[in-house]
């Protein structure tokens, strides 16, 4: 693997022993796409944190980046949670390893399980909120001119999207969530199921209210 640098668009990798353990396990197990995406939901998180004038903890901001896609990997997915939730599980027991607090646990957690529910993160603590920035940015290229021109291309030159992330993150998501698709009710992963899979059936919160036991 090329060493990338420790410095990418003004934005320092953490490197301390916890962050290192991290990069590796998310390098071992990820897939390439979802590795360098990964780095990328980092650098533009805090970007973004230096941008908004945010005071954040990198370390914290990139353990939830590495692990929020964790749960698409069959050896981090259970059977009935959302993968999003997998993914902060697998943080949370990773970081049960080092000295860190039950609150920082657990915003980390929220990082990740939150990351694809639109209209909350931003309104919570720095951690959550820059996880989701970052997710945003990478994939469906919110606030992308926010970001310079000089800092897209950095990024994107130590961490490459390559010709075909769009389809190759679709795809990852899909391959997450055709087994379970009961996991995608109320999340975005919904409209990835329902453009990929020919055999799933959306759920619909009208017809599940209107079609309840209750008499009224």
């Given at each position: 693997m090329t060493e990338t640098p420790s410095t990418i668009a003004g934005i320092r990798v953490p490197d301390s022993t916890m962050a290192k353990a991290a990069t590796e396990l998310v390098r071992d197990t990820e897939t390439d796409l979802l590795y360098h995406h990964s780095r990328r939901v980092f650098l533009f998180g805090a970007l973004t944190g230096d941008r908004k004038k945010l005071r954040y903890d990198p370390e914290l901001l990139?353990?939830?980046?590495?692990?929020?896609?964790?749960?698409?990997?069959?050896?981090?997915?259970?059977?009935?949670?959302?993968?999003?939730?997998?993914?902060?599980?697998?943080?949370?027991?990773?970081?049960?390893?080092?000295?860190?607090?039950?609150?920082?646990?657990?915003?980390?957690?929220?990082?990740?399980?939150?990351?694809?529910?639109?209209?909350?993160?931003?309104?919570?603590?720095?951690?959550?909120?820059?996880?989701?920035?970052?997710?945003?940015?990478?994939?469906?290229?919110?606030?992308?001119?926010?970001?310079?021109?000089?800092?897209?291309?950095?990024?994107?030159?130590?961490?490459?999207?390559?010709?075909?992330?769009?389809?190759?993150?679709?795809?990852?998501?899909?391959?997450?969530?055709?087994?379970?698709?009961?996991?995608?009710?109320g999340n975005v992963k919904a409209d990835v199921l329902e453009k990929m899979d020919p055999t799933y059936q959306r759920w619909n919160f009208v017809d599940t209210i209107l079609n309840s036991k209750w008499e009224s």
């Open positions: 990139y353990i939830g980046a590495m692990f929020h896609d964790m749960g698409l990997i069959d050896s981090y997915a259970s059977e009935t949670e959302r993968f999003e939730v997998d993914g902060a599980n697998a943080a949370r027991d990773f970081l049960k390893s080092y000295d860190v607090s039950e609150r920082d646990v657990d915003d980390v957690w929220d990082s990740i399980a939150l990351h694809t529910t639109p209209g909350i993160p931003q309104h919570k603590r720095p951690t959550v909120a820059l996880v989701t920035a970052g997710v945003e940015m990478d994939v469906l290229g919110i606030a992308y001119d926010d970001f310079t021109k000089d800092q897209r291309e950095e990024v994107c030159k130590c961490h490459p999207r390559g010709l075909k992330f769009k389809h190759g993150i679709l795809s990852a998501f899909c391959y997450g969530t055709i087994k379970k698709p009961e996991t995608t009710m």
